[in-house]
């Protein structure tokens, strides 16, 4: 049904991977570079993510000005983000456009102008987003649970600290892009209409000479305490609930994608029933799984009245010791369905798969098609995920609160 | 490019509008009721929300668990909301589903339980949804603006007020249910991969015999004072500015759509340019058109610290007034290419394509497609989009600011 996906490795490094959706007439792509928030310098968080907000004021030939006009003339939807391991750079725009807009990024990535002058700016920015951030009680709260959960550098939040973003200079954003910005381990993810052969040839022109550096070393910290409470002045109280799960690339990464599935994913889910539809506790409820290259998590959020904050804590730490007695076959039928309707309509979004390539290469060394991925859902039972679940039973709870009070957490459960 | 859209109506007043799309694999509907927060009783704010709550709790002959149970198993993805002028229930699924689906659409918008024991975990969810709101303090902040620039009853919050849902009984969600879940002003929008005749048979036999009573009208208001600020003990500042726009229904449309996609629109956009780039005073800026039927208006955003607030509210207002001289041949082609671009991905969504011939129905009583869109984007001049402006310059303002402190609002400008 889906067609084979195509890769090229060039000399320096630099992957190109491709799907071809022929049906379509537009093309999406996604550059990873291998540098996210576990990069940054230990007194500097933020940095690169100050250095992506800088990268797009001019490169090459163009100003800051000209750079903006011109990806909005090709109509390219653009977006940028940095996570722990990587920042990306995606787009989508019309096939007959794709080549001008790499060509573009070609000058974002490698010729940036990072000019002095709209450094202030940059930095205010900047300062606005983590100002904006203290506004949204719940991210505040992931943060929170993510620093909590992961071992250093790994739970870092991208947008970095305002002490850290006031002290930056425009050397050390200078410094980091040089660093950080070459073509070994760089990822570009491409999907859509495109010809294969006029691709590679692009992307040879515009990247083939891209010096191939090797990206930097991580070393480890040790991780949070595993209960924080933020306080708040709120009659909110915003819960996340946190459990090791493998990565991505283990071999039973499937089996636990299922088990979350079965408690979060669908109105039918455990969560979403005993949480929201019967005991009214809350309006939202999920549990979503996050991974890293070597290591993974679950993560949990529910958000209630303070009122019954402990009661909703209490429920849904219920409901995730649960998942250790296992699954049944009706759950997982149901799962099934819901995934494969969701695979099918991913076929139909170029930008959805330029990301989900690009990241499936730096999880396995290639990319997954959508079949293969329904492949692997159909192959789940109830049997292979039980086993799972046996040997995993989610445990070692980490867990963040924010609101008016602090809440009881179990002790027998961590 | 685009197929021709078609369209059925029944006897009894429902409309079924379906956009032809061959190259998918799924299909999408949207069924748009002719009830929204307008038509809440003045002491009952909320209601319809708590009615479209209840109506996924059983139907037909299924109870509430076996009602999403079949849908989580046809893979529905699905949503529900509520407006101003319209309850909305969307779902996209494989097309070889979208029978089976609409089916059980059949049942939930015309023989719902509204089963007396899970009422109260519905007023909970309800309280909970009011609550959540009150940790988003730009939606809160957006609601106080709508409130005040549209005349009663078009800028209620749908979720209703707190003392309303605590009042509310069982049996007025039955008897809004009754007066208001009709036929007549109906409309089914459909898009994506489907047999025209065989749907037209599917949607006659679900609900051609669905009574035609038709909807209630709709008595306005007074609008609100020009200026709230609403007291928040934050650093940020949340700042609304909204004014007076004509609707989609209107000829001079799109001539208003094209100056908001100047100021707001791709990364080279007047307010994108000077409050985020230049100056750094914002993480996010942006303007929207927004229509009812007979009214409409442009509603901007700013999210500051509080220390940059008045500085972002001049700006940004410097901006808008800025508007009326005119937009520039460079802005437009610009805008054009956007468009063209953004007009040719949507083709490949189902489910916004089934959104958007609803909506149209409902403004056009026809639903455009997108090459007629494209014509209409293609048709703007500076010269028509001028001569828009010079009559209807951007004026009459209404603010709403949100944080520690009152902003000073310029008195001659509105």
Avoid at 31 to 50: E, I, K
Avoid at 225 to 242: D, E, K
Avoid at 276 to 298: I, K, Q, S
Wanted: hydrophobic share 35%; glycine share 8%; charged share 25%.
């Amino acid at each position: 049904m889906t067609e084979p996906i195509l890769s090229h490795t060039f000399p320096n490094g630099l992957v190109l991977v491709a799907e071809p959706m022929r049906s379509l007439q537009s093309a999406a792509f996604t550059f990873l570079l291998p540098t996210g928030c576990a990069h940054d310098p230990a007194h500097r968080g933020g940095l690169g993510s100050f250095t992506c907000e800088m990268l797009l004021r001019g490169a090459g030939t163009r100003d800051s000005r000209r750079l903006v006009l011109d990806l909005d003339k090709l109509g390219v939807e653009r977006s940028e983000s940095v996570n722990h391991i990587h920042t990306g750079f995606s787009g989508a725009t019309l096939a007959a456009n794709l080549g001008e807009a790499l060509a573009i990024y070609g000058d974002i990535l490698r010729r940036p102008h990072l000019p002095e002058e709209q450094f202030e700016a940059a930095r205010q920015v900047m300062l606005q987003e983590l100002q904006a951030i203290e506004d949204e009680p719940a991210q505040k709260m992931m943060v929170a649970l993510r620093l909590r959960h992961y071992p250093e550098p790994w739970g870092r939040p991208s947008q970095g600290e305002r002490e850290a973003i006031l002290a930056t200079t425009i050397e050390e954003v200078r410094d980091h892009f040089a660093r950080h910005y070459h073509a070994q381990d760089a990822i570009l993810g491409v999907a859509g209409r495109f010809d294969w052969e006029l691709l590679q040839d692009t992307v040879g022109e515009l990247f083939g000479d891209w010096s191939p550096r090797k990206p930097p070393e991580v070393a480890e910290g040790p991780s949070g305490p595993r209960y924080v409470h933020l306080p708040y002045a709120s009659n909110q109280t915003h819960i996340g609930i946190a459990y090791p799960s493998v990565p991505y690339r283990d071999d039973d990464y499937f089996q636990a994608w299922g088990a979350v599935g079965v408690l979060s994913g669908g109105m039918s889910s455990r969560l979403f029933t005993e949480v929201r539809e019967r005991r009214g506790l809350c309006y939202t409820v999920h549990a979503m799984p996050h991974t890293l290259r070597d290591r993974g998590g679950v993560f949990c959020y529910a958000g209630t009245t303070a009122d019954r904050a402990q009661e909703t804590l209490e429920v849904t730490l219920g409901e995730l010791c649960r998942l250790a007695e296992g699954v049944e076959a009706h759950e997982l039928d149901r799962l099934k369905a819901r995934i494969k309707s969701s695979l099918i309509m991913q076929q139909e979004s170029s930008s959805a798969r330029s990301a989900a390539v690009a990241r499936d290469w730096y999880h396995l060394g290639r990319a997954r098609t959508l079949e293969e991925l329904g492949q692997l859902v159909d192959g789940l039972t109830c049997r292979s995920i039980n086993a799972y679940l046996a040997e995993h039973p989610p445990r070692d709870f980490t867990f963040a609160t924010l609101g008016p009070e602090e809440l009881e957490v179990p002790d027998g459960v961590s």
